[in-house]
């Protein structure tokens, strides 16, 4: 994983409550996915999908919201969701535990900027658990990652509205899904019903041949 940017802000009004960069990252480079992440934040609302993951090249966009609170990483582009949001759920943690009953009581951006010294020690703990783990720490990070809604940024900025309308997309795909499992298993019945039929009726044939004819 390779977390370019993380961002923590307010849900609600989208104040940016702290912002770290990764270290070797070039501040120039990154103007605009943070510009694009900031927009994001201010879309996102108490009805908002809890999480998501938006391609906005050469970079991918993640974010979270718990406890009133959005949680942002862009990452380069491949980067594994799993550890992103492992990565975000402990940077979450961490910053509920120092400042969770403060959130609502900041009034200018970057009220918590000294949480920066937290995120990048996370962002090393983070980046060695994985070296010395390796492919058996992705699979204890494992979770309902299919439920990650996905979509360009800019499709979303466009739209100029809230991430509301990916929910009910995703909402209409699982409907789809569930009725698609639903009529397989009815047709295999139907399949199973029609096979047994046939057989009947094959041994019926067999025994008056044999037996009646």
């Known amino acids: ?64 919201v718990e406890r009133d609170v959005v949680y942002i990483a862009i990452t380069e582009r491949g980067s594994s969701q799993e550890r992103v949001f492992s990565y975000l759920r402990e940077v979450a943690k961490s910053f509920i535990e120092q400042y969770g009953s403060q959130v609502q009581q900041a009034t200018r951006p970057y009220s918590f900027i000294e949480f920066d010294t937290t995120l990048q020690k996370i962002r ?19 979770r309902d990652v299919h439920s990650i809604l996905q979509d360009n940024i800019d499709n ?23 009725q698609y499992r639903s009529d397989a298993r009815s047709l295999n019945r139907r399949s199973l019903y029609a096979k047994a039929v046939a057989a009947s009726l094959v041994t019926g044939i067999i025994i008056l041949y044999f037996f009646v004819l």
């Open 1 to 64: 994983m390779s977390t370019v940017v993380t961002m923590i802000g307010r849900l609600g009004d989208g104040l940016v409550l702290t912002a770290s960069l990764q270290e070797d990252a070039s501040a120039t480079k990154l103007l605009e996915p943070q510009a694009r992440a900031k927009q994001l934040l201010k879309k996102l609302h108490y009805t908002s999908p809890p999480r998501a993951s938006l391609e906005a090249p050469p970079f991918t966009i993640h974010y979270m």
């Open 156 to 178: 979303v900025l466009e739209r100029g509205a809230s991430l509301s309308d990916l929910e009910t997309r995703a909402s209409g795909l699982l409907a789809v899904s569930q």
């Open 124 to 142: 090393r703990s983070v980046r060695g658990r994985q070296r010395v783990s390796g492919l058996s720490a992705v699979q204890t990070e494992l």
